[in-house]
């Protein structure tokens, strides 16, 4: 019991003296973050940089783009994409 006692008297004593660190010990080249100092993106670049986030989202996944004529889709494998695709009726 006791040394689990030492254990959060040391954990909260490093925890204050976190919290005390002095401004000077934070290094001059990082800026502080601020909402004002990022740019707001157009609606066009907003859509482009989703799209591009979400492609990497399948991919981590394991997914691959499978196309059906001007339509396309994502899955494992090309057995589940004919799935997919004759399910929303772009094959027979």
């Known amino acids: 019991m006791s040394k689990m006692k030492s254990n ?16 000077d010990s934070i290094p001059s080249n990082v800026a502080p973050s601020n909402r004002k100092n990022k740019k707001k993106l157009s609606k066009e670049d907003f859509e482009k940089k989703e799209l591009q986030n979400q492609v990497k989202l399948y991919q981590a996944k394991g997914l691959k783009e499978f196309f059906f004529g001007e339509n396309s889709l994502w899955a494992l494998n090309q057995k589940s994409a004919n799935k997919k695709a ?3 009726n772009w094959i027979v």
Do not use: D, V
């Open 8 to 23: 959060f008297q040391a954990l909260s004593y490093f925890s204050l003296a976190s919290a005390m660190a002095s401004p």
């Open 86 to 88: 004759k399910a929303r």
